[in-house]
């Protein structure tokens, strides 16, 4: 496999895994392509000399091995770590307000993000629904809206003059809720997300109990550069 092709697939695997959740389900099909089975935690294992195993916690986290051959004092062993996560917003319990004849959503800050580099690009959301099923149990379901449906949009320069001088200062609780849609007067913020996760999901809004949103930039990974040599 050339250089190319292995920024093409660390590209696609970036675009769809917009939450922790899709970055744990596809490092699991990958997995399985090279014949990697799943343990239960609540069981005993049987590990056999060679196996190759995972295990998922909370869908979010994920940890694979190799069953080694040969004794540990001979050949060691190697550990590797990486995030399933990064900084960025995360959608509140109840996020919707309405002001100034718009939809907002509430977010809040998860790790260190830049924020400014939200503002004036085509966001959307993706991450997890937890549900009440017809039997009483509860359930979860990935929900990843793809199309742009948020927006953090930033002022016009006479608005705010010193921007180019002192940087973007957002303030988090009354400039970084994002613009979903033009309000309506009978419209229930109460209500609002729950019936955009049932048409994302197709789980009943009122089935819906809670939610693990993520916002990210619907921008694909590209090459870019004269020569396409940058990613």
Same mark, same amino acid.
């Given at each position: 496999m050339t250089a190319a092709q292995q920024v093409? /697939?660390?590209?696609?695997?970036? /675009?769809?895994s917009p939450s922790?959740?899709?970055?744990?389900k596809q490092i699991v099909e990958q997995l399985h392509l090279f014949g990697f089975k799943l343990l /239960?935690?609540?069981?005993?294992?049987d590990l056999r000399e060679g196996g190759r195993y995972y295990v998922i916690r909370d869908d979010s986290s994920i940890v694979f091995f190799v069953s080694g051959v040969n004794s540990l004092d001979k050949t060691g062993y190697k550990i590797l770590g990486a995030h399933t996560d990064s900084p960025g917003l995360r959608i509140k319990p109840n996020p919707v307000n309405k002001e100034s004849g718009l939809l907002r959503l509430g977010v809040e800050v998860y790790g260190g993000p830049i924020l400014a580099t939200f503002t004036d690009r085509d966001l959307s959301l993706a991450g997890r629904i937890s549900y009440k099923t017809p039997e009483g149990s509860i359930a979860s379901r990935l929900v990843h809206f793809q199309e742009p449906l948020l927006r953090l949009p930033n002022l016009a320069i006479h608005m705010n003059r010193m921007v180019n001088d002192e940087g973007l200062k957002l303030h988090k609780q009354n400039e970084l809720p994002l613009i979903i849609s033009m309000a309506l007067d009978e419209q229930l913020p109460e209500t609002y997300l729950h019936g955009l996760l049932e048409k994302a999901s197709g789980i009943?809004?009122?089935q819906i109990l809670s939610w693990e949103l993520n916002v990210y930039d619907t921008q694909k990974g590209v090459f870019w550069g004269d020569q396409q040599q940058f990613y």
């Open positions: 093409t /697939d660390l590209l696609d695997f970036i /675009d769809n922790p959740f899709h970055a744990v /239960d935690e609540t069981q005993t294992w009943k809004a009122e």
